[in-house]
């Protein structure tokens, strides 16, 4: 809830810019949250003395209230959503968390035409702070519930503010390693298909793609992108392969757009794995159902899930909390590469 002052003096952007902190910062601190470090929670109430910024009281009380209540928030069509193993692996950890403490968690699929809705219901103090599971560079009313209620993000946002909290893993690094998993088994006509692009996760993983390919001296066979479904990496497959060239390895931004990538390699005489080496990324339960088994990098989702639900708790409880947590990948080795 945002606070309004009872004097018309001075503004609760005045105070932040006073004491050098963010808006939403001086909007906890006013509504009584522990979130806040010791050093800002200073700045800030010494430029509300000094500005005799007042808020109001009655407002206060109800917004300091706690609700013992998280939300996990999926920024994503609801068949994304239910269709990805990556989102299962996630709910998972931050639900053994979330199950170990005194809170309970309240899921919110928010597509485009739902987002006002959840902004509504974030900002109306039904929850103590919010966990976002996926977003883009569209999701901008995400900014929004970070202004109100404490939120960790999975995965880097594609806008990092100074006061953000997020848990990710080095997709840049696990871009290249795949990369150079392909190159050192001799592999040169490599191409990829890339997540998408208004997706931190996507741009990182194409970048990690693109820095091993030029050490090596090398140009990308076919640059695709896809959109993390199985049918978009199918429509990017058919697409690598009308190119031009034909590579003789494919680095897939994900294990469902492998799947997706093999059923349109075998429609044209193809076999994966044998006539062309494909890597996936994820290690999701995808990659041992296709045959040959999906040589991919292993993104610790669960492990993620548990990291986010913790940095979320220990915000909430007062105690330090680091404002980004990468998570290492590896190389999982099976047989389509």
């Known amino acids: 809830m945002e606070i309004a002052p009872v004097r018309g003096t001075a503004t609760i952007e005045e105070v932040a810019a006073r004491a050098g902190v963010s808006r939403s910062t001086v ?16 700045a800030v ?25 998280i939300a996990l928030v999926i920024p994503e069509q609801t068949d994304r959503f239910f269709g990805d193993p990556f989102f299962a692996s996630i709910v998972a950890g931050i639900g053994e968390v979330i199950g170990e403490s005194d809170y309970i ?36 009313f995400l900014d929004r519930v970070a202004d109100v209620v404490p939120v960790v993000y999975g995965g880097r946002p594609a806008r990092v503010r100074a006061d ?28 990829t298909i890339s997540g998408p692009t208004d997706m931190p996760a996507g741009i990182d993983r194409l970048q990690g793609f ?13 640059v695709e992108n896809g959109d993390f479904t199985e049918m978009g990496g199918a429509l990017a497959m058919t697409r690598v392969l009308a190119s031009g060239e034909r590579p003789d390895a494919i680095f897939v931004a994900s294990d469902l757009m492998a799947r997706g990538a093999y059923t349109v390699l075998r429609e044209k005489g193809l076999e994966p794995g044998r006539d062309i080496a494909v890597m996936g990324f994820d290690d999701s339960a995808v990659s041992t159902a296709l045959s040959p088994a999906l040589t991919t990098v292993r993104q610790p989702s669960l492990t993620q899930g548990r990291h986010m639900a913790s940095v979320l708790l220990d915000i909430l409880a007062g105690r330090p909390a680091a404002h980004a947590t990468i998570l290492p990948t590896e190389v999982i080795e099976r047989g389509s590469a």
Do not use: F, W
């Open 27 to 42: 909007s906890r601190v006013v509504n009584g949250s522990t979130a806040v470090s010791p050093s800002a929670l200073e």
């Open 105 to 140: 968690m309240n899921m919110l699929i928010a597509s485009d035409d739902a987002s006002a809705k959840a902004l509504g219901y974030l900002r109306g103090g039904s929850v103590d702070g919010a966990i976002v599971a996926s977003h883009h560079t569209s999701d901008t």
């Open 210 to 222: 693109r820095d091993a390919m030029a050490d090596a001296g090398l140009e990308p066979v076919a």
């Open 45 to 69: 109430r010494r430029a509300i003395d000094e500005l005799q910024y007042v808020p109001n009281r009655a407002a206060r009380s109800l917004a300091s209230r706690q609700t013992r209540a």
């Open 164 to 191: 953000d909290y997020y848990v990710d893993v080095d997709n840049v690094e696990g871009g290249r390693v795949a990369t150079a998993y392909l190159l050192a088994r001799g592999h040169r006509r490599i191409a």
